[in-house]
Structures are given as structure tokens and as C-alpha cells.
């Protein structure tokens, strides 16, 4: 079956630090990759997607690049504002459904 | 443009009572809205996937009878959780994806969730 694993939160970083949030997985055939972003009181918002290997997603200063020969789709960022302090969720959808498996989610804590 | 609202945010109820929650979608129309179900420090689970009209796809392990999912319009799909225990606390998503001039098929639009408590 389909799963998505994230590193464990919360990450707490300091204002214009470099983000990394790890996340693999493993799924039947060739999925598309998704980062979701939550903040606090709010519904996931899409924050960016590849559909095929080596595709990189981009959106707000984030990026994460389809690594098809890792299962990886790590999510990065040079420099964190603590507007980005929130719960970051890596998800696949696989087939032509509208089905997605997330991760667990990470929290991300951005001081000045 | 894609706002997904739910109602009520929070509700304790007691136990072997029904709670009703509510997922609009205000500014497009949901052709198919789905409904996760998450536990602290876990993923969000699919419980099912409804589309308007038609009865709702339940995924396996989840019990139909116990959380009753209705579609009736292009704007509002509602889950019951009949004769809730304890165990049924938890936080609920809904998400719905349709067409409009903001939205595409392909994307799912997340309501803020709805936080279950059963005493």
C-alpha cells in the first residue's frame, strides 16, 4: 500500500534559518507529490506539487524536487519568516482518483 | 477564491448521543467532498469519499452505520456520528474539489476541522 513518512516536529527555527523537512515514501506505481500547509485556525492549503520524477514544485520561497530513485520529496526553504510557523504535511495521490495519504505532519516554530 | 467552511469548530457531546458536522464549500461547487478523521501526532485517515447525489465510498475498517456521510447538494455534505463513545473523539476534516474559476478538479480545498469530544 500507499504511505508517506515525515520527520518528527516540532522544528523550531530562527528567523532567515535554512529549512529542511524530510519526507519519503513508498506507493504502487508513479504518484504525484504534494506539500499541504496548515496554520493555526485554518483548513491545508496546497503549497506545491510534482507530478513526474524530477519535477520541482515551488510556491512562497518553498521548493521540493521529485527524487524518484530516493522515493523523496523533501521540502526546503533559504530563509523561514516566522509567518511561516505552521504544521507541513507531504501527501501522495496515486491512479487517477482524487485520493491522497499524508504524513504525519511536521510543526514548524520560527522565532525572531 | 476555494473556502471550505465547518460547523460547529469544537462540540463535546455525551456518550450514546449523535453529533451532525457540517462541510460547506462557499464560492465554488463541490462535485466531491471527502472526509479525513486525525489523531494527535498522526496522519489525517480518508473515512470517505462522497459525491453529490450519490451515496458516499466508504474506506475499509471505517463502519458506514456509525458515521452516516450525506451529499445532497453541490454545497454542503454533512457527517453524523450516531451514538458516539469515547473512542469516536477526535478531529475531523472535511475537503471538497470541484470546478469554478479558482478551483480545479484535481485539488482538494480543506475545511479547518472539526475538534470531536465524546464524554
Known amino acids: 500500500g500507499n504511505s508517506v513518512t515525515q520527520m518528527e516536529g516540532p522544528v523550531t527555527l530562527s528567523e532567515e534559518a535554512f529549512l529542511t523537512i524530510n519526507c519519503t515514501y513508498t506507493?504502487?506505481?508513479?504518484?504525484?507529490l504534494f506539500w499541504y500547509v496548515q496554520y493555526p485556525g485554518e483548513g491545508l492549503q496546497l503549497l506545491l506539487k510534482?507530478?513526474?520524477?524530477?519535477d520541482k514544485g515551488s510556491n512562497k520561497g518553498f521548493e521540493a524536487t521529485y527524487r524518484k530513485e530516493t522515493t523523496s520529496f523533501h521540502l526546503e526553504k533559504g530563509s523561514v519568516q516566522v509567518s511561516d510557523s505552521a504544521v507541513y504535511f507531504c501527501?501522495?495521490?496515486?491512479?487517477?482518483?482524487?485520493?491522497?495519504?499524508f504524513g504525519t505532519g511536521t510543526q514548524l516554530k520560527v522565532e525572531l | 477564491g476555494a473556502v471550505v467552511s465547518q460547523h460547529p469548530s469544537w462540540v463535546i457531546c455525551k456518550s450514546g448521543t449523535s453529533v451532525k458536522i457540517e462541510c460547506r464549500s462557499l464560492?465554488?461547487?463541490?462535485?466531491?467532498m471527502f472526509w479525513y478523521r486525525q489523531f494527535p501526532k498522526q496522519s489525517l485517515m480518508l473515512m470517505a469519499t462522497?459525491?453529490?447525489?450519490?451515496?458516499?465510498?466508504?474506506e475499509q475498517g471505517v463502519e458506514k452505520d456509525k458515521f452516516l456521510i450525506n451529499h445532497a447538494s453541490l454545497t454542503l455534505s454533512t457527517l453524523t456520528v450516531t451514538s458516539a463513545h469515547p473512542e469516536d473523539s477526535s478531529f475531523y476534516i472535511c475537503?471538497?474539489?470541484?470546478?469554478?474559476?479558482?478551483?480545479?478538479?484535481?485539488?482538494?480545498?480543506f475545511g479547518p476541522g472539526t475538534r470531536l469530544t465524546v464524554l
Open positions: 501527501a501522495l495521490r496515486t491512479g487517477g482518483g482524487n485520493k491522497l495519504t
Open positions: 475537503s471538497a474539489s470541484g470546478t469554478s474559476a479558482s478551483t480545479s478538479t484535481d485539488t482538494q480545498y
Open positions: 462522497s459525491n453529490e447525489g450519490s451515496k458516499a465510498t466508504y
Open positions: 464560492d465554488f461547487q463541490a462535485t466531491t
Open positions: 510534482a507530478t513526474k520524477a524530477d
Open positions: 506507493a504502487t506505481g508513479y504518484p504525484s
